[in-house]
């Protein structure tokens, strides 16, 4: 069975890297509020499977979920031995998302998406890691297609509404999807860009999420400009009404599980992040 997640979760930076001695103490109060799955990223490598014992190690019934493994820093046979080593609960409660990252960060290594994607997970699933247990970064079609396939199914990054409606009629019924969503609580609006801005500055370098977008609508001016459309389309930005809204348009569209990314005016500030998570929790929960 795929883990249980619920309908809402919240994707953390700083439940990853921040300050090693509070995470244990956020990740429970996550937990505590009602949230589904806590989501920490992936993608630069490290040791992703000691902070995901952590976090299992700091919780008792949460879904723990990477958002996402990046499939050029970690080799099969590495996480099919730390998942043999888990105990039944503790494998109940991961959702492995797994990513091909992009092409500008991995050099000459990078290899086709979709056929380097498919041959990873076969060899993860063949070395006894449970499809059930893992889904994929999917923006594009055919790698939605890939995860309806291979995988419990899709966890997109930077996405809309709309985005989670494609994925849906592709995905079909029975297969999970699981977008994040960005959600900016200043009131300010100047300073609400500025944050938003700030959040987007690395991605909107890399083609994957660029050409994402562009099938959205959006435009390579927007992008190249940091448009207000671009920026609203992404980010869910002036309070908690606002979040709220923009979830509830995902579930409507066909999301299962939304997770939230509270984007703070300071990196690693877990402090306005868990401000951010009850306010949510109150809104959503």
């Given at each position: 069975m795929t883990p249980h997640i619920g309908k809402l979760g919240i994707w953390s930076m700083e439940a990853r890297f921040a300050d090693p001695t509070l995470i244990a103490e956020a990740a429970g109060e996550i937990e505590a509020l009602g949230y589904g799955a806590l989501w920490v990223p992936g993608g630069i490598g490290g040791d992703i499977t000691g902070d995901l014992d952590r976090l299992l190690d700091a919780t008792?019934?949460?879904?723990?979920?990477?958002?996402?493994?990046?499939?050029?820093?970690?080799?099969?046979?590495?996480?099919?031995?730390?998942?043999?080593?888990?105990?039944?609960?503790?494998?109940?409660?991961?959702?492995?998302?797994?990513?091909?990252?992009?092409?500008?960060?991995?050099?000459?290594?990078?290899?086709?998406?979709?056929?380097?994607?498919?041959?990873?997970?076969?060899?993860?699933?063949?070395?006894?890691?449970?499809?059930?247990?893992?889904?994929?970064?999917?923006?594009?079609?055919?790698?939605?297609?890939?995860?309806?396939?291979?995988?419990?199914?899709?966890?997109?990054?930077?996405?809309?509404?709309?985005?989670?409606?494609?994925?849906?009629?592709?995905?079909?019924?029975?297969?999970?999807?699981?977008?994040?969503?960005?959600?900016?609580?200043?009131?300010?609006?100047?300073?609400?860009?500025?944050?938003?801005?700030?959040?987007?500055?690395?991605?909107?370098?890399?083609?994957?999420?660029?050409?994402?977008?562009?099938?959205?609508?959006?435009?390579?001016?927007?992008?190249?400009?940091?448009?207000?459309?671009?920026?609203?389309?992404?980010?869910?930005?002036?309070?908690?009404?606002?979040?709220?809204?923009?979830?509830?348009?995902?579930?409507?569209?066909?999301?299962?599980?939304?997770?939230?990314?509270?984007?703070?005016?300071?990196?690693?500030?877990?402090?306005?992040?868990?401000?951010?998570?009850?306010?949510?929790?109150?809104?959503?929960?």
């Amino acid at each position: 069975m795929t883990p249980h997640i619920g309908k809402l979760g919240i994707w953390s930076m700083e439940a990853r890297f921040a300050d090693p001695t509070l995470i244990a103490e956020a990740a429970g109060e996550i937990e505590a509020l009602g949230y589904g799955a806590l989501w920490v990223p992936g993608g630069i490598g490290g040791d992703i499977t000691g902070d995901l014992d952590r976090l299992l190690d700091a919780t008792r019934h949460i879904t723990i979920a990477t958002g996402i493994i990046n499939i050029w820093k970690h080799e099969p046979a590495e996480l099919a031995a730390w998942w043999r080593h888990q105990d039944a609960a503790r494998r109940a409660r991961l959702l492995l998302g797994l990513g091909i990252s992009h092409g500008p960060l991995i050099g000459e290594a990078w290899g086709k998406p979709i056929a380097t994607t498919r041959a990873y997970v076969a060899e993860l699933t063949g070395l006894g890691v449970p499809a059930e247990n893992l889904c994929l970064a999917a923006l594009g079609p055919k790698m939605i297609e890939l995860a309806r396939d291979v995988t419990a199914g899709a966890h997109p990054y930077l996405v809309t509404p709309e985005h989670s409606q494609r994925a849906r009629a592709i995905l079909g019924t029975g297969k999970l999807l699981a977008p994040e969503q960005g959600v900016i609580l200043e009131q300010n609006r100047q300073k609400a860009r500025e944050m938003a801005l700030a959040a987007l500055a690395h991605y909107r370098q890399l083609p994957n999420y660029r050409n994402s977008w562009l099938r959205l609508g959006i435009t390579e001016t927007d992008i190249d400009e940091g448009s207000d459309h671009l920026l609203d389309a992404l980010f869910a930005i002036g309070g908690v009404d606002a979040a709220a809204q923009r979830v509830r348009a995902h579930w409507a569209a066909g999301a299962d599980h939304v997770c939230l990314q509270v984007v703070t005016a300071q990196p690693m500030d877990l402090a306005a992040a868990s401000e951010g998570w009850r306010a949510l929790a109150r809104a959503l929960i």
